[in-house]
Nanobody, 122 residues
Framework: QVQLVESGGGLVQAGGSLRLSCAAS????????MTWFRQAPGKEREFVAI???????LHADSVKGRFTIFRDSVENTVALEMKSLKPEDTAVYSC????????????????WGQGTQVTVSS
């Protein structure tokens, strides 16, 4: 059973930066696809970025050039570096893991963290 614990959320002004971290335990981290999703109030959960075991990554168009996903297979963590934050980035950010190839659909992920709140003020 894989456990995921996110940290690093908080309140930041527009234009600022935050780094989220997701610590994984209970599985072979290097074999898992790790993904960040976010969900704003009243909206559907949205794909943010994915890191495959090959180290390939993909970012949503809405965050490309501002957010970067990093995987550390020694520390068993996946981080999301967020820069040039906008009020529309305000959401609960969750990391998810799957033994499969994952993708943008949240239903394909078996394991989820509890989420961390990111609030960007204008």
């Amino acid at each position: 059973q894989v456990q995921l614990v996110e940290s690093g959320g908080g309140l930041v002004q527009a234009g600022g930066s935050l780094r989220l971290s997701c610590a994984a335990s209970g599985g072979t981290f290097s074999t898992y696809t790790m993904t960040w999703f976010r969900q704003a109030p009243g909206k559907e959960r949205e794909f943010v970025a994915i890191s495959w075991p090959s180290s390939a990554t993909l970012h949503a168009d809405s965050v490309k050039g501002r957010f970067t996903i990093f995987r550390d297979s020694v520390e068993n963590t996946v981080a999301l570096e967020m820069k040039s934050l906008k009020p529309e980035d305000t959401a609960v950010y969750s990391c998810a893991a799957t033994r499969g190839t994952g993708g943008r659909r949240y239903a394909t992920y078996e394991y989820w963290g509890q989420g961390t709140q990111v609030t960007v003020s204008s």
